[in-house]
């Protein structure tokens, strides 16, 4: 893989996210060696991964829950309904 295809693929999220298969990840391991940019896009996905709130990342992870979870996570995160008349 070359890397225009790391970067359409969003490899670096992927990777952070410990969702590449072993010869990806190895693949995009060593490219990393040398690029600077792959690295930086690594990095950032980390920070964001860091500095997403728990109540983010717990309802994430209700995508592979049940619908009934992600509806009531929805619900807390939508905004108010206008009363206009």
């Known amino acids: 893989m070359d890397h225009s295809q790391f970067k359409a693929n969003q490899t670096a999220a992927v990777y952070v996210a410990d969702g590449l298969d ?13 690029c600077p940019e792959c690295i930086e896009d690594v990095e950032t996905w980390r920070a964001i991964k860091v500095n997403i709130p728990s109540r983010v990342r717990l309802a994430n992870a209700g ?6 979870a992600r509806r009531s996570d929805r619900a807390t995160l939508s905004l108010p309904r206008c009363a206009c008349p």
Not at 22 to 34: C, I, L, R, S
Not at 63 to 68: I, L
Request: charged share 20%; no cysteine.
């Open 22 to 34: 072993a010869p990806t990840q190895e693949a995009f391991e060593m490219h990393m060696m040398d």
């Open 63 to 68: 995508v592979h829950g049940s619908r009934s």
